[in-house]
């Protein structure tokens, strides 16, 4: 099962993801930032790539774990054109 944790900024996403991950034992996949440098000549779909690519961790562990997704990205493999997904759609 995946979870998506939606809000404003500053609104508590992070810190609700990481409880869960504490008492319940749910693997979060973090917000974009952290996860990835940018490089200053990144090409245009750079993030909307690691978007996807945070959705594709998530389906992964969501096998055998409660995933948490700390930021929107339900939408993207409904949504984005087949020749922007990264590894195939």
Known sequence: MIITLEGASAM???SVSRALTQRIGAFAVSKLNPM???VPDEHVNWYFERQV???RIAEDRAI???VLLDGL????????????????A
């Open 53 to 55: 690519g945070r959705r």
């Open 36 to 38: 990835f440098t940018r």
């Open 64 to 66: 055998d774990l409660l």
């Open 12 to 14: 508590g996403k992070t």
């Open 73 to 88: 990205v339900e939408w993207l493999s409904e949504h984005a054109p087949p020749e922007s997904m990264p590894y195939g």
